[in-house]
């Protein structure tokens, strides 16, 4: 096997990178951030990065390895402005049409971050011809396509980290992919008896496949199973953001929110955490909710003016789950679903037709999860209430 090194920021990137927009305090007394530490290990990696690249500007290694622990940081931490750091390094090969490998590869990782996909992709495609061997390419690539939903496609680029990278990270691809195209069952007893396999793997992967793990047992409808992985998540180590994302819906829809409440009250500043708390606030019936649902309104305002439109899932939930506007929020999940069909997209489109009472609005989703196969039991009475008395 090739010595390789992955990172699987990938596989959770476009939901861990949900970032804020500014955010005005509501007097000069409040606490806006707590800074980072200078003696926090991962900011004195940075300083010692960034001396390096000051004294050797054209240091692709450096800089790319900077890059990479940026990017990193934007997944665990939830702070977009990593994301700009991450691309300031890359500053004088950005622009390239043929960058180095290291740095079209970072490249694709940041355009997705953006949902320029099809940019992503030709990024991806074009160090594939360089470098058929190139893993963290071919697991970016993978990703990409699953969000578009193009299952095929995205097995294939799984296929080949059989002779490239750990098979634990082989297996969690290809069973990431069967889970959501008509295999739950068999891809989920496949990624647990590979891990039960390999109980020595890496924390950040650990923390990945537990997650995959939750999320699986959950469309299953076996509720234990996934709490039991989300709690095996979280006590690992400080979850990232699409960690906490993930484990708060399990509980949302649980009636669980004052645990959602005590788990998200300090992570307000991703815009999708927000969503959480705000949703759980309003069903412990905090009188902190309807504060936290207008910053969040206010931050989708800011967000729709600069023209920024990746976040348009969350902002559908907004509208629909805090507002009540069936109407607005099927329109932003008709536009989400034209980028993205994860099953989180699918869930949001039928919520919001089935509450504008819009078969017709839903018969596009409906026809993709019976070519997919995706099984879900959150969407079942969904499917049942669009379907009923009539096909859609």
Known sequence: MRCITLTIAAFMFLAACAGAAPYEPRDGRQIVEHLPSRNDPAQREFQRLRKLLAARPDDVDTA????????NEARNDGD???????QAVLAQWWAQAEPPVKVRVLRATLLQSTHQFPAALADLNAVLKQDRDNAQA??????????QGQYAQAKNSCMHLYSLAPELVTVTCLSNVANLSGDAAHSYALLTDAYQRDPAADTGIRIWVMTLLAEMSARRGDNAAADQWYRQAMALESPDSYLLGSYADFLLDRKRAAEVVTLLK????VDALLLRYALALRAVGAAEAKEQSLALGQRFDAAMMRGDTVHQREQARYELQLKGNATAALKLAQLNWEVQKEAADVRIYLEAAVAANNRQAAAPVLAWIRQNGLQDAALAPLIARLTANGNA
């Open 266 to 269: 300090d992570k307000t500043r």
């Open 138 to 147: 071919w697991l970016t690539r993978a990703t990409v396509l699953q969000v």
């Open 80 to 86: 977009p402005r990593y994301l700009g750091y991450a």
């Open 64 to 71: 790319s390895e900077l890059a990479q622990k940026y990017i």
